[in-house]
């Protein structure tokens, strides 16, 4: 049963720590997505990947944000420092073209 | 900049009761559309899109949908509503052609009392 695989599914840290959060998308899917969701803002869209380029990470805060797509398999979200407002679930997602999104289970994520 | 609206929040309905829950779209040209949902504490999956054709769309769960093209509009639909359909429903938009960029709406959330 292909799916997203996202970790870690909890993650409580101190502000000013580094934050890493790991997808693998779905095999053979080309485009890799990472969304976050939090009660103010809803599903905000992070940055997005298509065949391991980034297309468009304009809603990422780009001072302590940063994504990357070191191989096909593998997606990573890093926050450096991390601060209390950057508490939030983050959702990998990944699709074939215009294709449906599957999502991954999330990585909550609490910033003390 | 394309945005989608989503004008009701948060609904409560009774079981059996009818629903709708609106969604609007602010991009002109040819647009993709579906509705996802989200029951509490999981992720999201797609119950419903809409790429071309037919403009009412049916789904899992008896959930189905209107394109309307004239009227920017996508509205979700279902005739009697489940005690388990308690959950969050998000619209979403992409552009059609090459782009796959996935825009959502803030959500309505939906609380169906037994």
């Known amino acids: 049963d292909a799916r997203v695989t996202q970790t870690p599914r909890h993650k409580v840290t101190e502000m000013g720590q580094e934050v890493t959060m790991r997808c693998q998308p779905i095999l053979g899917h080309n485009t890799v997505f990472w969304y976050r969701q939090t009660m103010m803002q809803g599903l905000e869209l992070l940055a997005y990947?298509?065949?391991?380029?980034?297309?468009?990470d304009s809603g990422m805060p780009k001072d302590r944000f940063s994504a990357e797509m070191p191989d096909a398999t593998l997606a990573t979200l890093k926050i450096q420092p991390s601060e209390p407002r950057d508490s939030a679930v983050y959702f990998c997602?990944?699709?074939?073209?215009?294709?449906?999104?599957?999502f991954g289970e999330g990585s909550r994520l609490t910033v003390l | 900049a394309q945005s989608v609206s989503q004008h009701n929040h948060h609904v409560i309905l009774s079981e059996a009761a009818s629903l709708e829950l609106g969604c609007n779209y602010s991009?002109?040209?040819?647009?993709?559309l579906f509705w996802y949902v989200q029951y509490p504490g999981q992720h999201l999956q797609l119950l419903l899109k809409y790429f071309s054709g037919d403009p009412l769309v049916k789904g899992i769960k008896g959930f189905e949908a209107e394109f309307i093209k004239s009227k920017f509009s996508f509205n979700l639909r279902k005739p009697s509503v489940q005690w388990s359909d308690t959950a969050e429903y998000f619209c979403a938009v992409t552009r059609g052609g090459a782009t796959n960029k996935l825009i959502f709406g803030t959500g309505t959330l939906l609380a169906v009392q037994p």
């Open positions: 991009y002109g040209g040819t647009v993709n």
């Open positions: 997602a990944s699709n074939l073209h215009t294709g449906e999104l599957f």
């Open positions: 990947f298509r065949n391991r380029a980034p297309l468009d």
